[in-house]
């Protein structure tokens, strides 16, 4: 009884610790102590009744065996439930619940480019965390009265965001085996027009596919996509229009895909258009914007699953990209590597890279990689401000403001100073979501379980000013803030709404 006793309060209080910290393995742990914890008592029970070990080690091992049995032919494992990778399970005999989602033949709208008369208060919204990709967003008077819902529909799988372009909402999601980039009328939802590709990603935690949120150069009236197996595109805006396409894995020399997928948008430069690499091979692949053609490959390093974006550090603008061991600095005409900060690790690296002043870059990432704060200069190699612990983002990105950082830390939303990397304050669990900076002081918060936040960014404590209940399961997907104009999906449903100003 001491040993059965013993046993439960040491893999107790592991759990628990593990739990109230916030570690990245703990769902983990909770399965495999478990294990243990049945196992060392079943053990522990059969080899202390002296004359009848025997029967009793066998009983323990048919009990296993049965054990086994109902999960192998009893129970379906359906995805990670949450970020924390806590497994969701259902019987095998049980209807998958998935959303009715009409064929795109039944949806389909003649395209159109005739002058419409756009929404009151719509902005364009071109890429994956706003214009710039910075995680910024103009200043909008959001009110406290609660926005109006103008309508909801059934969405493919995927963990894509929209990008809009007048009245153009355009995102990506999983039909059966074809991985689609569908454009949306942000006035009511319906179809304008669909381009497939006979493309399927899928794994095990994030289920099938795309991740990447479109990039539209409204210029040109052109949309470029990058699908979860590599699959770039290049579409006519206004009719879907095939112009070009290619294969980033290959023309970057990768062996394989990433793990989780391609997740990061497409960048644009006034002569390119610049994805990040694969497993291994080139970092970064640029082509012409206009033929496809391969223009050049930078890094050896793979990529990540963060996107690369455009900085102006030092006096000099730059693609920063976070690969797959390392930081990177390039040349946007020819991508020539000014700078690297090697950063090795296993596990994904998900944070956008994020400037905090005229010289310094902010790269955040959780599974015990830590945090740091580099400052660009001429040198081949930045300087390491601070390296610390916090904050840890695993799918999300930081944003900063008033020499502070707000970031999803594991889950929950903490604010760090950023002279000294020193956490001030961690409250609020809004989960493994998604965040955009409003303004200078205005966070939008949605939450992995489906509801929308709006903080006021504090350096004293944590000020929700509202939220909404928008969506009703786990979304990773990123919130998408069109002027006043609010779009939100998961890979179930989307949301559209408009803020009462």
Known sequence: MRFHLISTLLIGALLAWLWLTDNVMRSLAVVLLGFVWFVMNGLWWAWKARGRRLPRFGALVLVMIVIALFFRFAIRYEGSADGSAWPQLAFRWQAKDMPVVPKLAEKQAAATAEIITLPAGLKDMPRFLGEKGDGILPAVPLAAKPPREVWRIAMGAGWSGFAVAGHRAITQEQRDDLECVTCYDIRDGKLLWSHTDKALFTELLGGDGPRATPTIDIGTSTVFTLGGTGILNCLDLVTGTPKWHADVLKDGGASKNLEWGKSAAPLLTPQHVICSGGDNGASLIAYDRSTGKLAWKAGTDG???????????????????????????????????????????????????????????????????????????????PKVIWAESNPRTKFSSASVSGGHAYALDEGTLCCVKLENGERVWREGRYGFGQQIRVG?????????????????????????????????SKTWNPPTLAGRWLLLRNDREAVCYELQL
């Open 303 to 381: 990529g990540s699953y963060a996107s690369p974006v455009l900085m102006n550090l030092a006096g000099r603008e730059q693609i920063v990209t976070v690969n797959r061991g390392s930081v990177t600095g390039h040349d946007p005409a020819d991508g020539n590597i000014r700078w690297t900060f090697e950063w090795p690790g296993g596990f994904p690296k998900v944070g956008q890279p994020v400037a905090a002043g005229t010289n310094r870059v902010l790269i955040t990432s959780s599974y015990g990689l830590k945090s740091h704060l580099l400052e660009v200069s001429d040198a081949p190699q």
């Open 440 to 472: 200078e002081d205005l966070l939008l918060v949605q939450a992995e379980k489906g509801f929308v936040a709006l903080v006021q960014l504090s350096p004293e404590k944590l000020i929700e000013l509202g939220r909404i209940e928008a969506l009703k």
